[in-house]
């Protein structure tokens, strides 16, 4: 999953934050996106943990994704 994400992301990020037209929340929120994608598919390679707390953690990710979508939607609609 991050592999088709992640290539180019260093690029691709730069040339967004570079951005005049993009708001440093939204910068931002890109950014937590990218991060937690990269945590999460990393994690899942190398769960670390019982099945309970490796569903905690990747749900802890996910949660923080959703949250920086929602975010991301609200910033990019004004």
């Keep these: 999953?991050?592999?088709?994400?992640?290539?180019?992301?260093?690029?691709r990020l730069a040339a967004f934050a570079a951005s005049p037209h993009?708001?440093?929340d939204a910068k931002r929120d890109?950014?937590?996106i990218a991060t937690r994608i990269k945590d999460a598919d990393d994690y899942?390679?190398?769960p670390?943990?019982?099945y309970v707390g490796f569903s905690v953690k990747v749900?802890?990710?996910s949660r923080d994704i959703k949250?920086?979508?929602?975010?991301?939607?609200?910033?990019?609609?004004?």
Excluded at 1 to 11: G, L
Excluded at 67 to 78: G, N
């Design 1 to 11: 999953m991050y592999h088709h994400f992640s290539k180019d992301i260093d690029s």
């Design 22 to 24: 993009i708001s440093k």
């Design 30 to 32: 890109v950014k937590l």
């Design 44 to 46: 899942a390679d190398r």
């Design 48 to 50: 670390q943990n019982a």
């Design 59 to 61: 749900s802890g990710f």
């Design 67 to 78: 949250q920086a979508l929602r975010h991301l939607e609200m910033v990019l609609e004004k």
